[in-house]
């Protein structure tokens, strides 16, 4: 069974930095791709990154673009989401998932339907 564990939300002021942590339990990203999500308050969920075990190719959304930095450790077990220049816009509870078999093209699409295992959230707040 794929389990994710995502850990590192907290509370930053405006401007400042965060690091989200994804971790595997009891196996490694070796065809996955790993995707980020989050959820604002009164929002849908909404994809913001993710990253390929295979090749190590990146895509984000357009909103954090040159923000944040999706990588994944040398194991493969751990996946990190370096949030920087944060803004209130980014409060959200944030999601890791995993989409297997890996299909890239798909992956990039960020669509929350496409991928099929959810860590439990962690909360990021922002304040101005």
């Known amino acids: 069974e794929v389990q994710l564990q995502a850990s590192g939300g907290g509370l930053a002021q405006d401007g400042g930095s965060l690091t989200l942590s994804c971790a595997a339990s009891?196996?490694?990203?070796?065809?996955?791709?790993i995707g980020w999500f989050r959820q604002a308050p009164g929002r849908e969920r909404e994809g913001v990154s993710c990253?390929?075990?295979?090749?190590?190719?990146?895509h984000y959304t357009d909103s954090v673009e040159g923000r944040f930095t999706i990588s994944m450790n040398n194991n493969k077990n751990v996946v990190t989401l370096q949030m920087k220049d944060l803004r209130p816009g980014d409060t959200a509870v944030y999601y890791c998932?995993?989409?297997?078999?890996?299909?890239?093209?798909?992956?990039?699409?960020?669509?929350?339907?496409?991928?099929?295992?959810w860590g439990r959230g962690t909360l990021v707040t922002v304040s101005s």
């Open positions: 998932a995993a989409l297997e078999p890996l299909a890239w093209g798909i992956a990039t699409m960020l669509r929350q339907t496409d991928y099929n295992a």
């Open positions: 990253i390929n075990s295979r090749d190590g190719k990146t």
């Open positions: 009891g196996f490694f990203f070796d065809d996955y791709a």
